[in-house]
């Protein structure tokens, strides 16, 4: 691989690690635990893995020697996260620390390399190339579900075949649910394989108490904060466009909010907040009309308007169309086929009942065009397709027309419409999240090598200096709790969306209104890996204002 010059210098990186994590390593076991709710159920579902302590890592007097060497595999599930290649570097740098001769296995392209027994070994020299980049190309991923019995026992032949002791599972809420479940699974049949979690994923909505943030939500949303600052700077330059930005996050908005609070746009909209107050779509067309008036009043027909990638299943009108939508196109995918597109658009409206007909006659073709595309493998629909900020731009245009007809609006409007999210998924880790990456691997390690299952790796304190960052393990079932999925209960570890009494949104709603109606950008600028600590290290502003910073 031919490496750029910035590869070639930032694999000389060496990530920080928790002082704690530095030598040899005492396990702290703290009290018993509980589920945050759905006590019963829970621990019914998980005998062997319930109420399990919480353990926290010390320095130790001196090194304990691990006589037998272990074999370690890993699985990195779902989205890239920037960070994801220092987990690995951290895990094999672990287990090699406690015993040279151990070995570290990756399953190739996600769960299904598991599956279906397709491997490599992650060797010293292989891994050397990954340290400190973007990607989760050293092995794959995949978003292949592992929750059956036969996936479980197809993956332990493997397991034993390579004498595998622990699995590390490198994913999001789901993925690391899936880790609580095969845990179980295998201490309940004594197979003698550990399961450990890693908390990964950009749009940073698998975090409570314990799991302070999720790897790559840091990077992510400071690429994405570089280009909207970028793009803001353009805009107040030619003072010509309105640009709608959809920012990734399928459910939760904590990548447009942090956004939000690095670049100060004119408006971004917040998902929960358009649940919590039950807004319609014409409720949002409203206010940014609203904004967009005003604004020309003050002679200024530019403004930047960020939009949550998952807003449109949380508009309650929108969910409750998409959902009879699910369940007309599973039924009627044959009567669907081959028809013209203006044919299929008739055809549903036709099968809609009149509510949903209504707002599905409502939206634009292109629209409703792409919340009828194929379902993904779990029946929904894939929300990173649907173009909601040119949905919301061409609503607005049709208000302002008008407004601008009642004497109401006299500015111009034109739109820009930009989407990111791909681009920031796999980018070189900040320092934060380098170091936060390879400090949960080395933990990980530490947890196989202390003998625990159905703990996810969690470093805390994470607004303090890297040395006093805290590492220990969290039980994955004291995070669950009982959730309908597919029409069946199941325990699932709670998804934490925008807390709205929290201090980020918050921070961001006192100052709405003044952003809105002046011009008050802010440019973070590129993501710097050398230089000032205040520049480099600092944490998204989502972790400093939840830690009162
Ligand atoms: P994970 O939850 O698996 O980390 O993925 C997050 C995400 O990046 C979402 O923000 C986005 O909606 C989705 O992945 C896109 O998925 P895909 O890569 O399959 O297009």
């Given amino acids: 691989m031919k490496k750029s010059a910035l590869q070639r210098v930032r694999a000389e990186y060496q990530p920080k690690l928790p002082k704690a994590l530095q030598g040899p390593v005492k396990l702290n076991i703290g009290e018993a635990t509980e ?27 001196a090194a304990e020697r691990v006589e037998e060497p272990f074999n370690v595999g890993i699985i990195l599930s779902g989205g890239q996260a920037p960070g994801g290649h220092n987990v690995v570097s951290g895990i094999f740098d672990g287990i090699k620390s406690l015993n040279k001769e151990c070995r570290l296995y990756g399953f190739l392209m996600g769960p299904s390399g598991f599956i279906n027994h397709q491997y490599m070994e992650l060797t010293a020299g292989y891994i050397k190339d990954f340290r400190n980049t973007g990607g989760f190309d050293i092995i794959g991923s995949g978003r292949t579900k592992l929750e059956t019995p036969e996936q479980f026992e197809s993956g332990l032949k493997i397991l034993k075949e390579l004498n595998i002791k622990a699995l590390v599972i490198i994913g999001g809420d789901d993925s690391n649910t899936n880790a609580a479940v095969l845990a179980e699974y295998y201490k309940n049949i004594n197979a003698g394989v550990q399961v450990i979690g890693v908390p990964k994923t950009i749009d940073g909505d698998l975090k409570n108490k314990w799991i302070e943030t999720s790897f790559g939500f840091d990077t992510a949303c400071k690429v994405y904060s570089e280009v909207i600052g970028n793009i803001q700077r353009d805009c107040n330059s030619a003072k010509k466009y309105y640009h709608f930005i959809k920012l990734m996050g399928r459910s939760a908005s904590h990548i447009a909010l942090e956004c ?4 100060q746009p004119n408006v971004c909209l917040i998902s929960e907040e358009v649940l919590a107050k039950r807004m319609t779509l014409d409720n949002i067309v409203n206010y940014l009309c609203y904004v967009i008036a005003e604004r020309a009043k003050l002679g200024w027909n530019f403004g930047t308007v960020l939009v949550p990638e998952g807003l449109i299943e949380f508009i309650p009108s929108m969910k409750d169309l998409i959902s009879e939508l699910n369940d007309v196109l599973a039924a009627n995918g044959a009567a669907l086929e081959g028809l013209t597109e203006d044919e299929k658009l008739e055809k549903i409206h036709s099968m809609l009942t009149p509510v949903n007909a209504d707002l599905y006659k409502s939206l634009p073709k292109t629209i409703a065009l792409q919340l009828s595309l194929d379902r993904d493998s779990h029946g929904n629909v894939q929300v990173s397709l649907i173009e909601t900020e040119s949905l919301l731009s061409q609503m607005v245009a049709k208000r302002l027309e008008e407004m601008a007809e009642q004497g109401q609006y006299s500015g111009k409007f034109a739109a820009q419409h930009h989407f990111f999210g791909y681009e920031g998924r796999c980018a070189d880790p900040t320092n934060f999240d380098a170091d936060y990456t390879y400090a949960l691997g080395y933990n990980a390690a530490m947890l196989i090598n202390s003998g625990l299952t159905g703990y996810m790796s969690s470093v805390r304190n994470l607004t303090d200096t890297t040395e006093n960052w805290i590492a220990g393990g969290i039980p994955i079932t004291m995070m669950m709790n009982m959730e309908r999925r597919h029409g069946h209960m199941k325990p699932v570890i709670q998804k934490a969306l925008v807390n709205l009494n929290g201090r980020p949104y918050l921070k961001y709603a006192s100052m709405r209104e003044t952003l809105a109606l002046n011009t008050l950008y802010q440019y973070p600028g590129p993501i710097q890996y050398f230089g000032p600590a205040e520049v480099c290290d600092r944490p998204s502003m989502t972790l400093l204002l939840e830690h009162d910073k």
């Fill in 35 to 61: 589920s945050v709710a759905d006590q019963e159920e829970i621990k019914k579902l998980f005998p062997h893995t319930y109420g399990l302590p919480i353990v926290q890592f010390e320095t130790a007097e």
């Fill in 260 to 263: 939000a609070l690095e670049t």
